[in-house]
C-alpha cells in the first residue's frame, strides 16, 4: 500500500463486506472517512552527530536527501520531509555555536508554537534524540528545558526523549555484535543512562518523560549493523501519537524485516502497536456492551472478541480491525 487512504480504504471494504449490523458499520466508517484527510507532523530534533537522518531512514526508508522540501525562510534551518500524510520536521539542536543555537533556537520556537487550520498546534511530537556515545549532554538538556518544554503549551505530552548508539554508550564495549545486543554490563550502563535523563528532565521541567535507548543501525564498510529496539522507539512514536492520527504511520514504515528483528525483551512491542492503530481506527465507533462481544463471529476468521478502551466493549469489532491491521504487518513482523 502505497499511501494511507489505500490502507483506510482496505479497511472500508472489509467493513463493508462484513455482516455487522449496518449502524455498527456506519460509525466505524464515519471515523474511517475522519483518518483520510488527517496529517502527522513528526518533529525530530537533537544535537549534531545524534543521528536523527539514520534514525529516519530506518524508521521509515526515507532518503532524506530527496525527499526534502522547501520551508518558510523564517525557519530555513528546518527540514521538512513529505511522506503522504506523514510530515517530518528535522530541526538542528543546540551546539553549533552560540549565533546558529540563537537562530535554532528561535526557529524552533515558532515551529512549536504554529498552529493548525483548526487552531489546534501543528507539531503532534517532538522526538529529542540523544547521542548515548556522548558524556556530555548539556547542550540537550538545555535544549529540552529552555527550548522545546516551555513552549508545548499544555499538553506536555507530547515529548519523547531517545538515546541513540547505545553501541557505542561504553565506546563499543559490551555490545555483542554476533547477536546484536548489549551484554549486561552494558544494559545495565544504559539503563542507568536512560533513568539520569528521566530524572533529570523531571527536576529542570517537572516533566515527566520515558526515555528508551536504541540504536538506528549503520554500515561498517561493507557490512551493515542491524538497528537494535527500533521496533520499541516505533512503539513509542505511535503511542504518543493522537489516537485519531496512528494510522498514518502504516504505509510509511520500513518494508525491510531485518530492521525489526532485535529489540529487547521487556514487551510485546509488535501486537502494542496493533493495539494501538486498531484503537485509533475503533475509538470513535462508540459500539455498546449490548452488542460488543458478539460482533467477532461477523468478521469470520478476522474477527474475535477483544479489548476494552475507556469502558467501552468494542470486542469482535476491534478484533477484526487489529487482524485487519496485522495482515497489513503480517510480513514486516515475520507473522
Request: some cysteine.
Amino acid at each position: 500500500m502505497k499511501n494511507n487512504q489505500e490502507f483506510i480504504n482496505k479497511m472500508e471494504h472489509d467493513i463493508e463486506s462484513s455482516a455487522l449490523p449496518e449502524a455498527i458499520k456506519r460509525k466505524l466508517i464515519a471515523n474511517l472517512l475522519l483518518l483520510k484527510g488527517r496529517k502527522v507532523n513528526l518533529l525530530i530534533t537533537g544535537a549534531t552527530g545524534c543521528g536523527k537522518s539514520s534514525t529516519i531512514n530506518a524508521l521509515f526508508d526515507a532518503d532524506v536527501s530527496k525527499v526534502g522540501v522547501g520551508v518558510d525562510p523564517e525557519t530555513m534551518d528546518i527540514e521538512r520531509y513529505e511522506l503522504g500524510n506523514l510530515i517530518l520536521w528535522d530541526s538542528p539542536g543546540l551546539g553549533d555555536g552560540k549565533e546558529a543555537d540563537n537562530r535554532h533556537a528561535r526557529n524552533l520556537t515558532k515551529k512549536l508554537l504554529e498552529r493548525d487550520s483548526d487552531g489546534n498546534p501543528l507539531i503532534d511530537l517532538v522526538l529529542v534524540i540523544l547521542d548515548g556515545s556522548s558524556r556530555d549532554m548539556g547542550t540537550s538538556f538545555e535544549l529540552i528545558s529552555n527550548v522545546i518544554v516551555p513552549n508545548l503549551g499544555e499538553d506536555k505530552g507530547r515529548i519523547l526523549v531517545a538515546v541513540n548508539q547505545a553501541d557505542m554508550a561504553m565506546k563499543g564495549r559490551g555490545w555483542d555484535r554476533e547477536n546484536n545486543k548489549p551484554e549486561p554490563e552494558l544494559e545495565s550502563f544504559l539503563e542507568e543512562k536512560v533513568e539520569s535523563v528521566k530524572r533529570r528532565i523531571k527536576e529542570s521541567t517537572g516533566v515527566d518523560v520515558d526515555p528508551i535507548y536504541y540504536s538506528a543501525g549503520y554500515k561498517d564498510g561493507d557490512k551493515p549493523q542491524r538497528p537494535y529496539n527500533l521496533t520499541k522507539l516505533l512503539y513509542q512514536i505511535i503511542h504518543y501519537t493522537p489516537k485519531e492520527k496512528r494510522t498514518i504511520y502504516v504505509n510509511n514504515i520500513n518494508r525491510k524485516r531485518e530492521m525489526w528483528k532485535d529489540d529487547d525483551e521487556l514487551k510485546d512491542y509488535r501486537n502494542s502497536i496493533m493495539d494501538d492503530i486498531a484503537e485509533s481506527i475503533s475509538e470513535c465507533a462508540d459500539i455498546g456492551a449490548d452488542v460488543g462481544e458478539s460482533l467477532g463471529s461477523c468478521f469470520g476468521s478476522f474477527g474475535r472478541a477483544v479489548g476494552r478502551f475507556g469502558g467501552r466493549i468494542i470486542g469482535g469489532a476491534f478484533g477484526a480491525i487489529k487482524s485487519c491491521v496485522k495482515s497489513v504487518f503480517g510480513g514486516l513482523f515475520g507473522w
